[in-house]
C-alpha cells in the first residue's frame, strides 16, 4: 500500500527554519515525482516545490531562494528545507507523489498520493 507519511512541521519565529520529510512507503521515488504543497485557511491550496526522478526541481516564486527540496533514495524519503522563514508561510504542509517520468509539476491534478500534512506556524 503506497503510503506518504509528513513530519518537521511545528512553530518557528519569523527568520528561523524547519526542515520538513516525507517519508514513503509501498513504492519506491525511482519512478515518481513528489511535490510539496501548503494550505492556509481561507486560502487555495499552493504548489510550494517538486522534485523528479532525476532530482529535477521547481519552486514557486514566493519561496525560490529560501526553500530547497531534496531527496533521499536510499532512505525513500523527500525534504524540504525553509530557510528565512515568514508568517506567509504558516500553513499545513502536504506532500504528495505522481507516477510521472522525467519532470515534475507544482499542479495538484496530477498528483494521486498524498500525505495527511503536517502544520508549520511562523509567528513570534
Known amino acids: 500500500q503506497l503510503q506518504l507519511v509528513e513530519s518537521g512541521g511545528g512553530l518557528v519565529q519569523p527568520g528561523g527554519s524547519l526542515r520538513l520529510s516525507c517519508a514513503a512507503s509501498?513504492?519506491?521515488?525511482?519512478?515518481?515525482?513528489i511535490g510539496w504543497f501548503r494550505q492556509a485557511p481561507g486560502k487555495a491550496r499552493e504548489g510550494v516545490s517538486c522534485?523528479?526522478?532525476?532530482?529535477?526541481?521547481s519552486y514557486a516564486d514566493s519561496v525560490k531562494g529560501r526553500f530547497t527540496i531534496s531527496g533521499d533514495n536510499a532512505k525513500n524519503t523527500v525534504y524540504l528545507q525553509m530557510n528565512s522563514l515568514k508568517p506567509d508561510d504558516t500553513a499545513v504542509y502536504y506532500c504528495?507523489?505522481?507516477?510521472?517520468?522525467?519532470?515534475?509539476?507544482?499542479?495538484?491534478?496530477?498528483?494521486?498520493?498524498w500525505g495527511q500534512g503536517t502544520q508549520v506556524t511562523v509567528s513570534s
Open positions: 522534485i523528479d526522478s532525476r532530482s529535477s526541481t
Open positions: 504528495a507523489a505522481a507516477k510521472i517520468g522525467g519532470y515534475c509539476t507544482r499542479s495538484a491534478g496530477l498528483y494521486g498520493y
Open positions: 509501498g513504492f519506491t521515488l525511482d519512478y515518481y515525482a
